[in-house]
């Protein structure tokens, strides 16, 4: 099994030995390059849907990886054990629905030792929600595929050392590694918040003018920050 970039820098992560849980498999890429480059010997691979369950299945059978790749439906964590994964590998969904799959089970939660976030949008409110519930974003790495930056965030249980928001939105770990793709991501957030400014401009209210006020300094902060790197 290759991997694309994005999927091998998770792999690269995963602490050889440790017995992983792929959330959201779809294809089951991840868990069947683990297991046959032996770095687990057993993963489990889950995910909600028909129609991905059935491909990770199909994947996991052409393969001859049945044995090893532990394949569930349902939601999130649900599907897992206390104590039975200590790596969780939950990439390709948005930062809320990990969110959310991480919030329903708690009991699930406190057994594992490390999480592989890769989350496709809402970075920011996702780091703040791992600092408020025990977890310290251990390193954080960009990752450039087919002209798109990826994000992972690998988290353990701990106290986030960081406070300052404008920090913990804008990646703590990338900030300090001033990580190359850096830049450009900033700018991506810049051109983002900017867009939203020039919709709120149209709006008369007071919440709205108050809302542009506090994102235009928001963005006055991110620039600032860009500008140091
Ligand atoms: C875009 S795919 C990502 C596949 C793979 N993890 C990757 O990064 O290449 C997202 C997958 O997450 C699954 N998914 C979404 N919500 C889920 C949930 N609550 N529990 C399990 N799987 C979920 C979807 O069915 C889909 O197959």
Redesign the pocket.
Known sequence: MELNRR?ACLAALVPPGCIAA??????A??PIYLVEKDVCRVVIA????DG?FRTAAGKIKEHQVEDRVILRQ???LKVLNPLEADVLVL???GGN?IRE?LSASPHILSGAKRMLL?PMADAADLRFWLCDNGWRIADEQLVEEDGRVYLIIVAEPGREVTTDPIHLELGPRLLEKKDPLLKGYLEKIISKYERILAEIAAAKSDLAREKALSLEKKVAKIKEVAGCL
């Open positions: 999927l792929d959330i959201g498999t779809d294809h890429y991840l889950t995910d909600i849907k991905p349902g939601d999130g990439a390709g969904m629905t799959i890769q």
